[in-house]
């Protein structure tokens, strides 16, 4: 039974659809009946059609896909996945191997970098921003998705790694993951003060951008898309000439 439904446009689809709550928990819960995907992967979907409307020609690169929309609409997407026992830089089902901490990507290698719900599973978000700001061009943008805590001041981490083993600093927490063991672990709540955090890990001013539209089948909680630019002019501190 849902809890209500409208008409409206799926960017994803690129159709007219409907969108159903099927819970009143709209972040998981508000599907597009067509393509069946959530208000998040929507809203990173329209803010990087609004901020490069010509990304289907661009080099779009993705670390932890979660749907086929992108392999489908842009002939340049590649997308890359951590897999345990694949050496990095290796390719299997069609992903690159790669540790998002450290990747064996050439620096300055795409124009967009894609991650959907990823960060708040990583152990050292420092340096996996840092790498994504290497491997894009000048002019590019990381894209991305991680829930951001409004009510949560200062960011917390749940969870460390101490000479390779899982140190809990929380109750541990889990999220859906499509390979491996079907489990994540989340390994920071994020706060208020992410935005500043991004800033001091990637070294660039970000953009905070958060969509109410159902019409666009957008609605509910946790659905900040955040944009980084690599650029001279947003870099932080900047730099004088
Ligand atoms: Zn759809």
Aim: hydrophobic share 35%.
């Amino acid at each position: 039974m849902s809890v209500f439904e409208n008409h409206g446009y799926c960017a994803i689809c690129m159709k007219p659809t409907t969108f159903v709550a099927e819970n009143a928990w709209l972040r998981d819960h508000y599907f597009c009946q067509r393509c069946r995907t959530i208000p998040r992967q929507r809203a990173l979907v329209e803010v990087l059609t609004m901020i490069r409307p010509n990304w289907r020609k661009l080099m779009v690169h993705e670390s932890s896909p979660s749907m086929e929309f992108f392999f489908r609409e842009c002939p340049r997407y590649t997308a890359s996945q951590f897999f345990d026992k694949v050496p990095r830089g290796e390719y299997r089902h069609g992903f690159r191997s790669e540790n998002l901490e450290q990747m064996t990507i050439p620096s300055a290698s795409f124009d967009v970098f894609i991650t959907q719900d990823v960060f708040e599973h990583v152990f050292n978000p420092e340096l996996a921003m840092a790498e994504i700001m290497r491997v894009l061009r000048t002019g590019g943008i990381h894209v991305f998705t991680a829930p951001k805590h409004k009510s949560l001041l200062k960011t917390t981490r749940r969870a460390k790694l101490a000479d390779g083993r899982i140190e809990h600093l929380l109750e541990p927490v889990y999220h859906g993951n499509p390979i491996s063991d079907g489990k994540s672990l989340v390994t920071f709540d994020y706060g208020a003060d992410f935005d500043d955090l991004i800033q001091e890990w990637s070294g660039y001013r970000t953009c905070n951008f958060i969509i109410r539209n159902r019409n666009l089948g957008i609605d509910g909680e946790f659905l900040d898309v955040f944009v980084t630019l690599k650029d001279r002019v947003n870099q932080v501190p900047p730099q004088s000439a």
